[in-house]
């Protein structure tokens, strides 16, 4: 069941993010994705490196064995989500 929500989160995640880039066609969208992604990826690196934390293995694929792909998709997604919502709100 737990994995059932984290899977429908993203799926949710990513549907949002997506359809924001797809109602607004700017590149910023993007761009903060990506942002968001590499600063994700660069801290939650640094955090399990340092045994900050520890994540549990990924089914699907890991970054360098420690890190989820699921996690830096999930920034990924939030960042194209906080674009969209700031690009709404100027809209308005």
Known sequence: ???????FSMFGLAIIGISGFILFKKTLIIEAGSIAFFSGLIWELYGTKKGLWKNSP??????ANRLPIEIALSYFF??????????FRLMI
Do not use: C, D, E
């Open 58 to 63: 990924s089914p699907i694929f890991t970054i």
């Open 78 to 87: 939030l960042g194209m989500i906080a674009a969209s919502y700031v690009t």
């Open 1 to 7: 069941m737990k994995n059932q929500l984290a899977i």
